[in-house]
């Protein structure tokens, strides 16, 4: 059976996923931590039949989020994987094939008051929404598949420790993870004073894109960085005199303070 480790050197085992929870728990526990795993979105149970036009079928989904700037919303299906493809694409086609309409941004609003009415509105109006299914355990034979129905497979493990006390994991494909720091790594060879920024969107998220500058503090010191792309890798670079970073060590994480609008390197 899997099993962790955290910080304080607490072990947590995987709860056996065929046998130890139903449907109804797992969904409960995801949606208690949906708002906490994406941070800038609305998530909210979602219950309304759905009609494929198509094959003239209904299906209900179980969650729905929506992204607090309304630029981008799911729905989602919650699926134990002890489930046949054939049952999970059956629910999928249903809201692939579904025609959203202003009935949709209703309820919708309804299940999460917060949410604006006429952005819903607009949003279902421009906007398909993404698909995803959340699964208890990988399932690498249902991607390719769901793919094609531009829905993602997201694995969604609760493990819990000696005390009953839950740990979950999340892997697989899902919306990017919005946080306030990234894994760097220094590069010792190559181009001179060079971080490698390994979470890809990190950047992005905050509006800089090849050739923007940062400043970025570090014991004290704020100097200057550039970003550069090479295919898939993205970089920092700091045209300075004098080495920006520790030369002995080459793991650091890259902090964004929000109050003070501030980024910092600290090892990692």
């Known amino acids: 059976m899997a099993r ?77 994987g002890k489930h046949s493809l054939e049952h ?44 995803m299914v959340i699964v208890n355990e990988p399932k690498p034979d249902w991607i390719e ?7 993602k497979v997201c694995v969604f493990q609760i493990y819990h420790d000696f005390a009953g006390n839950a740990l979950y994991r999340l892997n697989g494909e899902h919306p990017y993870i919005y946080t306030h720091f990234c894994h760097c790594k220094y590069q010792k060879e190559g181009m001179p004073f060079t971080v490698e920024v390994l979470e890809k969107k990190f950047l992005d998220s905050y509006d800089i894109h090849e050739g923007d500058k940062i400043k970025i503090e570090f014991r004290g010191l704020t100097l200057q960085w550039e970003r550069e792309d090479a295919g898939d890798r993205i970089f920092l670079q700091c ?7 520790d030369p002995l060590a080459d793991r650091y994480r890259l902090n964004y303070n929000e109050g003070l609008n501030i980024f910092s390197f600290t090892k990692d």
Request: glycine share 0%; proline share 6%; with cysteine.
């Open 4 to 80: 962790v480790i955290d910080k304080n050197k607490v072990w947590y085992l995987e709860v056996a996923p065929r046998s130890f929870y139903d449907e109804e728990a797992l969904e409960r526990a995801i949606i208690q931590n949906l708002e906490i795993i994406f941070p800038q979105f609305k998530a909210f149970p979602f219950k309304k039949s759905l009609q494929d036009f198509r094959r003239l079928r209904y299906n209900k989904p179980d969650l729905a989020m929506v992204k607090s700037d309304y630029s981008e919303w799911y729905i989602i299906e919650v699926e134990l």
């Open 88 to 131: 999970v694409l059956d629910q999928i086609e249903t809201f692939y094939y579904c025609d959203y309409r202003e009935e949709h941004a209703r309820y919708m609003q309804r299940r999460h008051p917060v949410l604006d009415l006429s952005r819903l509105k607009k949003m279902v109006d421009e906007k398909e929404p993404e698909l």
């Open 239 to 245: 045209h300075h005199t004098d080495p920006p970073l």
């Open 145 to 151: 598949d769901l793919r094609d129905l531009r829905c």
